[in-house]
């Protein structure tokens, strides 16, 4: 999510890649148009599908990746 990335997503007409822009936020949505339930009485028609991004932290870092992720931090602050 920070770097932005792709994500290949199931949908009910198939597999879509999504493009997930850099430095997406926690519960951004993205509306897939027309990748949703046939609508009601028009079996051509589509409604739109919402995607929800549900961020995780990493866990069990190694000591290197600790180190980067301060140094990142201290470059952020300016420290």
Do not use: H, Q
Not at 15 to 21: G, M
Not at 23 to 41: A, D, H, I, M, S
Not at 50 to 75: G, H, I, N, Q, W
């Amino acid at each position: 999510a920070l770097l932005g990335g792709s994500l290949n997503v199931e949908t009910l007409s198939g597999k879509f890649k999504l493009n997930i822009p850099p430095e997406t936020k926690n519960g951004t949505v993205f509306r897939l148009k027309g990748r949703g339930f046939p609508v009601y009485g028009n079996k051509r028609s589509r409604g739109d599908l919402y995607v929800k991004v549900s961020l995780k932290l990493p866990e069990r870092l190694t000591s290197k990746e600790k180190e980067l992720v301060k140094e990142l931090a201290s470059l952020r602050n300016g420290t």
